[in-house]
């Protein structure tokens, strides 16, 4: 019998700090690392800004044939589109809009599906996304759920853009969080909603070392 690989999903609302952590995680255990979202930024990369989105057959081909590859040198991660490095491109305000109106798409999601579960490989995946609990890896020995209030989630976003030296509009960017949480949360196919069995933890008054702290107690509890 073959061994099953042991996952950990890791989910929750844009800006929650899911990739910082999940980072960190897969770090300390040596395990690979399943950004989701990128999945859907590089669609939306590749259909362009004048994509349509009423195509959905032609979507769906797109995201099954997407060539990607991912390339790690030391604590970087790079994104590969058809041989170009997009791991800047993909990081748009404009391109995480358009990924959430394709990833509201069921076509697209089923056609990313069998993309996503190849991740699954030894000695473990760390997945990170809206619902790796819930659809993507329903069996996984550990579901956490990460959460945090809109207001401080926009404030860790915009630090991180300040810290880049990207100016941003801290009130345009907790209206753009809170319109792409409805949109995540209210889409029939696959919503953001953590999972029956998911541990849930409200990262709103903790900083990422405290988040850390909890989720490796976790994994260590569990995975020993
Ligand atoms: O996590 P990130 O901001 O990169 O995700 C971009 C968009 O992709 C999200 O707003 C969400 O709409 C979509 N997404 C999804 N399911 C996932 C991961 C991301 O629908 N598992």
């Known amino acids: ?129 809206r619902d790796m609990g819930t659809t993507v890896f329903p069996d996984a020995e550990l579901k956490i759920f990460l959460t945090a209030s809109a207001e401080e989630r926009a404030k860790r976003r915009y630090k991180q853009l300040n810290d880049k030296g990207i100016d941003a509009n801290l009130s345009q960017l907790t209206v753009e969080l809170k319109e792409r949480d409805e949109r995540d949360s209210t889409r029939s196919a696959s919503p953001l909603l953590a999972a029956d069995d998911a541990i849930v933890i409200d990262t709103t008054s903790l900083d990422i070392e405290q988040v850390l702290n909890q989720v490796m107690q976790l994994v260590k509890q569990r995975f020993g």
């Open 1 to 129: 019998m073959v061994n099953k690989v042991p996952v950990l999903t890791l989910d929750g609302p844009s800006g929650v700090g899911k990739g910082t952590i999940c980072l960190m995680v897969a770090r300390e255990l040596g395990w690979h690392i399943l950004d989701s979202g990128s999945l859907y930024r590089l669609l939306a990369l590749s259909a362009g800004s004048e994509a349509d989105l009423n195509n959905v057959a032609q979507l769906a081909d797109l995201a099954r044939d997407m060539q990607i590859e991912y390339v790690t040198s030391g604590d970087a991660l790079g994104i590969y589109l058809r041989g170009v490095n997009v791991s800047e491109a993909i990081r748009t305000e404009m391109t995480g809009v358009l990924a959430s109106k394709v990833a509201a798409i069921p076509e697209v999601r089923q056609a990313l599906l069998d993309k996503q579960k190849a991740f699954a490989q030894a000695p473990g995946l760390v997945a990170d996304g």
